[in-house]
C-alpha cells in the first residue's frame, strides 16, 4: 500500500524530486513589487504594501481592523497582551498544536492549560471545555473567572484551528462567553478557512494569521491581528511598533512595547500573494479532493473538512493503524524522496510544559500516534 500512495503522490508532482510538503509558490507580482520597494527604499515598515496588505487582509476575512506583524507567534503574544493575561495568569488552549500557541501564553508569564480535541476537528473539543469549566471554573466578584484546583485567573481561551480546519468555534465562545473568558483564535493556519460561512479567526475577541514559508500566502514570515474592536487594533499597532508617540522627531515611549512591525518588503510579497490566493485556494482544495478520492479505495482514513466548514487544507493528513505504521511510512515515504510529517509532540510531552494542569488527553494521543501530513503545495 506504501508504494502506491507514494506513486500516487509523484503523480500529482511529476516534477518535483524530492516532493516537498508544502513549498511556496510565487505566482504573481512578488518580484514587481520587490522591485519596487527596492527603488523607493521603502523597506522597512514604513511603506505603501504594509497598510495595502492589512486591507486586503481586512476585506478578505471580513474583519474590521487588520494589524501586520513579524509573524504568527508575535501576533499571538500581543494578542494575549490585549486580553490583559498577566503573569500567573492561566490560559487553555489544545495539547494538538504548534508550540508557538503555547510559547506565546509563556511569553506573558501565564500558565497554559490543555483541554483534550475532537477528533471530527482536530481541534479543542467544546463539550470537553464545558466539563472542564464546570467542574474548575467559578465566577468571582470581580467578574472574571478562576480555577478553583489552582487558584489562577483564566484570562483567555486559544482553540487552534488545526492544519486549516476550523473548530466548533461558535460553541466555544458561547461557552467562555458564559464564564467571561475572552477568546483569541489561533488561525495561524486557516486564511481561506471558513465556518458557517465566516472567517475563521473572526469569532473571538481576537484572531490571528500566520504568514510563515509554508502557509498558502507568505511573506517569508510575518502574521497578522485581525479584530472587529477598535479599540483593540488601535493598541495592537501602538504596541508593535515600539509603543512610540507620534512626534516629529521626540522618542516618547508610554508602554513597553514591541518591534513587531512586518517590514513593507515582505508586505509586498504578501499584496502579490493576495491577488493570486483565490486560484491557489481551489487548486489546493482539488488536491484534496484528489487524495479523498485515492484513499477511499484503501483501508486509509484521509482527513478531510468537519461538518459546516469549507477548509483551506493547508496541510493534507492520513490516519495510519498505529504509531508503529505511522513510524513505517515516515520512513518509507521519506526513503522514496516525498517529505512527510508526524503531527506536532503533543504540548504537556514537551519538558516545558509537564507540568501543567490538562484533562485526560485521550484523542489528541490518538491523532499524535497516527496522523501523518503529505505534501500538500501548489501542483504548477
Not at 28 to 54: H, W
Not at 62 to 87: D, F, I, N, R, Y
Not at 144 to 152: A, D, L, V
Not at 338 to 364: F, G, N, S
Amino acid at each position: 500500500m506504501f508504494e502506491a500512495i507514494v506513486d500516487f503522490i509523484k503523480s500529482l508532482y511529476p516534477t518535483e524530486n524530492p516532493v516537498p510538503l508544502h513549498a511556496p509558490r510565487f505566482l504573481g507580482n512578488e518580484k514587481k513589487y520587490l522591485v519596487n520597494c527596492i527603488d523607493t527604499t521603502y523597506v522597512s515598515y514604513v511603506g505603501e504594501y504594509v497598510s495595502r496588505f492589512e486591507d486586503e487582509i481586512r476585506q478578505y476575512t471580513g474583519a474590521k481592523h487588520a494589524v501586520a506583524v513579524s509573524s504568527g507567534t508575535s501576533a499571538l503574544h500581543v494578542a494575549l497582551l490585549l486580553t490583559e493575561v498577566a503573569p500567573g495568569d492561566e490560559v487553555i488552549t489544545q495539547p494538538l498544536t504548534f508550540v508557538a500557541t503555547a510559547n506565546a501564553i509563556s511569553y506573558c508569564s501565564a500558565q497554559p492549560v490543555f483541554v483534550d480535541v475532537e477528533r471530527s476537528t482536530m481541534g479543542l473539543d467544546p463539550d470537553k471545555l464545558n466539563d472542564f469549566l464546570m467542574n474548575n471554573g467559578i465566577l468571582k466578584s470581580d467578574g472574571r473567572c478562576y480555577n478553583k484546583i489552582t487558584g489562577r485567573k483564566i484570562a483567555a481561551c486559544v482553540p487552534m484551528h488545526t492544519l486549516g480546519h476550523p473548530v466548533r468555534i461558535d460553541q466555544i465562545t458561547e461557552i467562555c462567553q458564559k464564564y467571561h473568558i475572552p477568546v483569541v483564535e489561533d488561525a495561524a493556519e486557516a486564511l481561506g478557512s471558513l465556518y458557517k460561512g465566516r472567517h475563521a479567526g473572526t469569532f473571538g475577541d481576537i484572531g490571528i494569521l500566520s504568514f510563515n514559508g509554508n502557509k498558502p500566502v507568505t511573506t517569508g514570515g510575518g502574521g497578522m491581528i485581525i479584530t472587529n474592536e477598535e479599540a483593540l487594533a488601535a493598541k495592537a499597532k501602538h504596541l508593535t511598533t515600539t509603543a512610540k508617540q507620534p512626534h516629529p522627531w521626540e522618542f516618547v515611549h508610554d508602554d513597553i512595547g514591541y518591534n513587531y512591525r512586518l517590514p513593507n518588503i515582505n508586505a509586498a510579497v504578501g499584496c502579490a500573494q493576495m491577488e493570486c490566493f483565490a486560484d491557489v485556494l481551489e487548486n489546493k482544495r482539488a488536491t484534496a479532493l484528489m487524495y479523498k478520492h485515492f484513499f477511499q479505495d484503501t483501508e486509509i482514513p484521509f482527513i478531510t473538512e468537519p461538518a459546516h466548514a469549507r477548509s483551506n487544507y493547508w496541510l493534507n493528513a492520513i490516519i495510519l493503524k498505529d504509531r508503529q505504521e505511522r513510524e513505517q511510512f515516515l520512513a518509507y515515504s521519506r526513503g522514496k524522496g516525498i517529505q512527510t510529517r508526524p503531527v506536532w509532540t503533543l504540548m504537556p510531552h514537551l519538558p516545558m510544559y509537564r507540568h501543567c494542569q490538562c484533562t485526560p488527553l485521550e484523542t489528541a494521543q490518538w491523532l499524535e500516534d497516527r496522523l501523518v501530513n503529505i505534501p500538500s503545495s501548489v501542483r504548477i
